[in-house]
């Protein structure tokens, strides 16, 4: 059987066995194959500009004319520094406490809490026709000496922090790159920053 997206289609048997190892037996009352002629056909209007929240999708041209899918801006002290050629990565843990029970099997789980969003922003800086892009590296740094909370802004990042999209940057690192100017890949490791009202009798 195959299943059509977008004007392709896919076998949906060799890819069960690119996973599993074998092809599954043919089911009852599914075609084996679709012909050309019954492609759905989608029009060039269908692709998704934003996400859930109305935030965009895709950022202004980069510095060779194409589109940026899901660039990251961060707002520091009312000013946005952009950065287009990233990549996000998001993890978060719950606090569990445990006790174990005395002459039975198991223990019992009381969930505390939710952890802050542990985020992983891995991306490139890039000088144009292949200089050296230290003014780049200079906005990096100045966004990471910055000592307070800072505004994560990200259609991606946004779904998971809507409520709040204040972070704080805990480390940054750019590695070796030998023989190479124009280029310089960075990462950024961050993490949800709540603020809460302590009220005092």
């Excluded at 019954?38 to 998704?48: D, F, M, T, V, Y």
């Amino acid at each position: 059987m195959a299943i059509a997206t977008l004007n392709t289609a896919f076998d949906l048997k060799e890819l069960f066995e690119q996973v599993h190892g074998y092809k599954p037996a043919k089911i009852a009352g599914l075609p084996d194959t679709i012909q050309p002629a019954e492609l759905p056909q989608i029009g060039a209007n269908a692709r998704k500009t934003t996400n859930l929240y109305g935030q965009a999708l895709y950022g202004a041209a980069d510095t060779l004319g194409y589109e940026v899918f899901c660039p990251v801006t961060i707002e520091v002290d009312g000013v946005d520094y952009v950065f287009p050629y990233t990549v996000v990565g998001i993890r978060r843990a719950k606090t569990i406490v445990e006790e174990f029970m005395t002459e039975l099997d198991g223990d019992i789980n009381e969930i505390v809490g939710n952890r802050p969003y542990e985020i992983t922003i891995k991306g490139f800086l890039i000088g144009i026709n292949n200089q050296f892009p230290d003014d780049q590296i200079k906005m990096l740094n100045d966004v990471f000496v910055y000592n307070k909370p800072v505004r994560l802004k990200s259609a991606y990042t946004d779904i998971f922090l809507h409520d709040s999209d204040y972070v704080l940057i805990k480390d940054m690192q750019l590695p070796e790159k030998p023989k190479v100017i124009g280029v310089r890949d960075f990462t950024l490791a961050m993490k949800s920053d709540t603020i809460f009202t302590l009220y005092v009798d």
